[in-house]
């Protein structure tokens, strides 16, 4: 029988998840969980932006709007302000272990599994860059960040089943002991960088702004000492902190040629890939401020809990404040 996989958040990562499930080598049973089910049926199509691939179309998505009582595993994949208690209210009905591809901080991991119980949480890690154009979902799949699943000792063989569902959709994935603290440690190396992109506007408008670069570089490396007590982050992740401090020069570089750095990196980057640039910019940035001011709220609370210094931090998450909501 088909592995049944009931997605909630059918936004662009859930929905690359899904068609590439339901159209892979061993096709997976998909059910995307909805606010609402359209009276018409939507194809959905998603568009690889990097190496082959092409598009892919699943014609017939089934929507629904609650969890399916037969589904094997729900994968979650809906915006870090929105684990809330109307996700629970969704959750809690059903029996079948959770896999959130949303970043969970340990605020999150407490509640969820105060909310929904011991033993159904399995916190991932996604290896899937998305986003909707004009209908069409895009997506890279980084060579070197695999889609991880957090496995206990003690093992569940759903989460193996459904890495192998992932591999098989030609997305590379592992289940594995500590995926939890490898997602904080992860997030809490780059969230700052974006909080800055988000406050200033642009890329461009942060590396001109020597004094907000300065503030963002700050922050990022609070975030990366208080990360490490929680995980040991990604290689890419430990790199692109290093990349984006002093210390990939030395602690005696002056600030500008930081800046310098950056701004040759961001060229680099945009003549090989303009739409990744752009996308982090939209996305990282402007449309998802809700998450991350949600993302500083919550960093500042972890830093007082363990009495560590976070002026910067503060500071960037007061600038997200000031900046306000995004219509």
């Not at 629970?88 to 959130?100: R, Y």
Request: charged share 25%; glycine share 8%; hydrophobic share 45%.
């Amino acid at each position: 029988m088909a592995l049944h996989v009931a997605i909630v958040g059918a936004g662009s990562l859930g929905s690359v998840f899904g068609v590439r499930l339901a159209s892979g080598k061993d096709p997976v049973r998909v059910s995307f969980v909805t606010r609402s089910v359209p009276e018409a049926v939507n194809p959905l199509r998603i568009e690889k932006v990097d190496g082959a691939g092409g598009s892919l179309v699943l014609e017939e998505p089934v929507r629904v709007t609650a969890i399916p009582q037969d589904a094997d595993v729900v994968l979650v994949c809906v915006r870090f302000e929105q684990i809330d208690a109307r996700l629970v209210g969704l959750l809690a009905p059903v029996k079948a272990p959770v896999v959130t591809m949303t970043p969970i901080f340990p605020q999150h991991r407490a509640y969820l599994d105060g909310a929904l119980g011991p033993g159904r949480l399995f916190p991932g890690m996604p290896g899937v860059v998305a986003y909707d154009r004009e209908g069409t979902y895009r997506y890279w799949l980084p060579r070197m960040a695999s889609t991880l699943i957090e496995q206990p000792e003690r093992r569940e063989p759903v989460i193996d089943k459904l890495a192998q569902a992932f591999e098989a959709a030609g997305i590379g994935s592992r289940a594995q002991a500590g995926v939890h603290a490898t997602n904080v440690a992860t997030t809490f190396t780059f969230v700052p960088v974006m909080m800055g992109i988000d406050v200033m506007g642009t890329i461009d408008e942060l590396l001109a702004d020597k004094d907000a670069l300065d503030l963002v570089l700050r922050a990022a490396n609070e975030a990366r000492q208080l990360g490490h007590e929680y995980g040991k982050p990604t290689i890419w992740a430990e790199w692109f902190v290093r990349f984006t401090s002093r210390s990939m020069l030395g602690s005696w570089a002056p600030k500008g040629m930081v800046a310098n750095s950056l701004r040759m990196a961001v060229a680099f980057a945009r003549r090989r890939s303009p739409e990744g640039v752009a996308y982090v910019e939209e996305h990282f940035g402007r449309k998802l401020r809700a998450q991350n001011l949600d993302m500083a709220e919550k960093m500042v609370e972890l830093f007082r809990e363990r009495d560590r210094p976070h002026e910067a931090m503060a500071e960037l998450r007061d600038r997200l404040r000031s900046a306000g909501s995004v219509a």
